[in-house]
């Protein structure tokens, strides 16, 4: 992804991307190598973050900013404190966090197992407490304001058939992104969250033709959207200049949440 507002903002910023390999989180990690930032790829799958990594960093050609790869399972302590430390000391610290390691199964209620329920939770929500947490014990590369994005959802504040563990984590996302918002503004870090609504990735193909069409019919931007956009939304967040927003969720959903355009009565 090239964007020509972005190239060279981030220079000298290192972020660290988890779920970084695949979907949402290589958008958003390819994004902000273009504009400048050393990028560590951070994901579950050691054989595909390295490769994608080594990709970056031969076929970006916006920036010629350091990528390294580390494998990552968020739901794990000693896996967490080993990936900061990977980061210092190969890149000096960390600058910017993006929260975007996630799973989204779909059960019914009645079908559903606690040990479902507690990895849904495992992932999306100690994941995201356990990496900001070490985030704000590690000293970042340039030493100036630092910035945590997590990636939320749309689901957070619209009920899913199927998806009360799904729903329920990024409602808790979202409240753990202002209560770490205020816990850390005395430290000179933000915390805000991306929302996305329905986004063209790999994952999306598992979804019914139905579920697609009926709603991307219901939103005001009548498509689903792209990895790009989510990325964008995080570099506005994680830019020098949005230093006076912190506790906020930006949804980049194609106006879903604004509600369903009726007929006039």
């Known amino acids: ?19 970084g390999a695949q979907g949402i989180g290589r958008g958003i990690a390819d994004a902000f190598h273009d504009a400048g930032a050393t990028v560590v790829v951070a994901d579950l799958d050691e054989t595909r973050t390295e490769r994608f990594a080594a990709e970056l960093a031969a076929t970006s ?8 790869a580390v494998r990552l399972d968020v739901r794990d302590p000693g896996s967490v404190t080993a990936a900061f430390e990977h980061a210092t000391t190969r890149h000096g610290g960390v600058d910017v966090l993006v929260n975007c390691a ?23 929500v100690r994941g995201v407490m356990l990496t900001s947490q070490a985030f704000a014990r590690t000293s970042g590369a340039l030493g100036g304001g ?5 990636v939320s959802s749309g689901a957070a504040r619209s009920a899913r058939v199927g998806a009360a563990h799904y729903c329920s984590s990024k409602a808790a996302v979202e409240m753990l992104t202002r209560v770490l918002a205020l816990e850390f503004a005395p430290s000179g ?6 929302a996305p609504g329905l986004i063209e990735v790999p994952a999306t193909l598992a979804l019914s033709a139905e579920y697609v069409t009926t709603l991307v019919a219901g939103q005001p931007v009548h498509r689903m959207g792209t990895p790009a956009e989510i990325a964008r939304a995080c570099l506005f967040l994680a830019d020098p200049d949005s230093s006076f927003i912190t506790g906020s969720v930006l949804d980049v959903d194609g106006g879903f949440l604004a509600g369903t355009a009726l007929p006039p009565n």
């Open 61 to 68: 050609v916006a920036s010629p900013a350091p990528v390294s």
């Open 146 to 150: 630092r910035r945590i994005v997590n």
């Open 189 to 194: 870090i933000t915390v805000n969250a991306v």
């Open 102 to 124: 996630g799973v989204y199964p779909n059960t019914p209620v009645l079908d559903m197992t606690a040990a479902e329920w507690d990895e849904v939770f495992a992932v999306n």
């Open 1 to 19: 992804m090239t964007d020509d507002s972005s190239p060279g903002r981030l220079d000298g910023t290192v972020v660290l991307v988890t779920g």
